[in-house]
């Protein structure tokens, strides 16, 4: 399976444009699935909810989710993109699995970073597993990456790839994604976007360095932290499905949830 990212830097508000720069970055790859980073086609420093409201739009009623469904069904690929997602009065920051057939799928962000929590509202779907050709992916957007619980769910539930758009301001996410591949022995795409966004509190840099990480913590492909490409690697999911660590350790068999709640002071030592 050929999978990989999409690493560019939007320009704020400009939804076609940055709808065909992906396109065009995307036209000349072989490629099952790719990556999109967060909110790639709006931006991401919106001043307020209006704003926010303005450039947020329905997926199942969307030219853009349209436009990457024909696009897809040209090529028999997949695509994992951030959106901002309208739905009746609130909005999310949210995850497409977009397919030949259209939107297959999505996932809202469970863990708002920072200002977002004055913009979107609270994720309100279960973290779900779906088949794209040989491969079980599951969705993560961005901050979800720094709760270990939303990669082990996940990878609990039989995801082989995580696909992980970003907009990563913060220096460690690359690092701890490696970490959420060895914990689960899973395959992870991480698609950060680059640039600075200037609107409302001073500028805001983008990180870049993309990455597609293997089950060993092995990094397949890496960028900067300014290009804007298009990396694809060839991936194996079976590989991911292979969860012994030693013959006498198996990552989930060896679990003991019994003892992973709050610490309770009646503990008899």
């Known amino acids: 399976m050929r999978a990989g990212y999409i690493q560019f830097a939007p320009r704020f508000g400009m939804v076609e444009e940055n709808l065909q720069r992906a396109l065009d970055l995307l036209a000349g790859e072989e490629i099952d699935i790719a990556v999109l980073p967060e909110l790639p086609f709006t931006g991401y420093m919106f001043r307020d909810r209006r704003e926010l409201a303005l450039l947020a739009d ?15 069904a040209s090529r028999d690929m997949h695509l994992v993109t951030g959106y901002a997602e309208r739905s009746g009065d609130r909005i999310f920051n949210s995850a497409l699995l977009v397919g030949p057939g259209g939107l297959e799928g999505r996932y809202r962000k469970l863990h708002l970073f920072n200002r977002e929590k004055e913009l979107f509202d609270p994720g309100d779907l279960p973290l779900g597993v779906f088949q794209v050709k040989d491969a079980r992916i599951g969705m993560m957007v961005c901050f979800d990456w720094i709760f270990p619980e939303a990669a082990r769910t996940l990878a609990l539930r039989g995801a082989d790839l995580l696909c992980h758009p970003a907009n990563l301001v913060l220096p460690w996410c690359q690092r701890t994604m490696i970490s959420r591949c060895i914990e689960n022995r899973v395959f992870a795409v991480t698609a950060n976007r680059t640039g600075t966004e200037d609107r409302r509190e001073g500028p805001l840099t983008f990180t870049g360095c993309s990455q597609v990480a293997g ?3 092995e990094i397949l492909a890496a960028s900067d932290g300014s290009a804007e490409e298009v990396r694809v690697v060839e991936i194996d999911p079976l590989a991911a499905r292979d969860k012994w660590m030693t013959p006498g350790n198996h990552l989930f068999d060896d679990r003991r949830p019994e003892f992973y709640g709050p610490y309770q002071e009646n503990v008899q030592l």
């Open 58 to 72: 329905d997926p199942g009623r969307s030219v853009v989710v349209e436009t990457l469904a024909s696009f897809c």
């Open 215 to 217: 089950p060993g913590g």
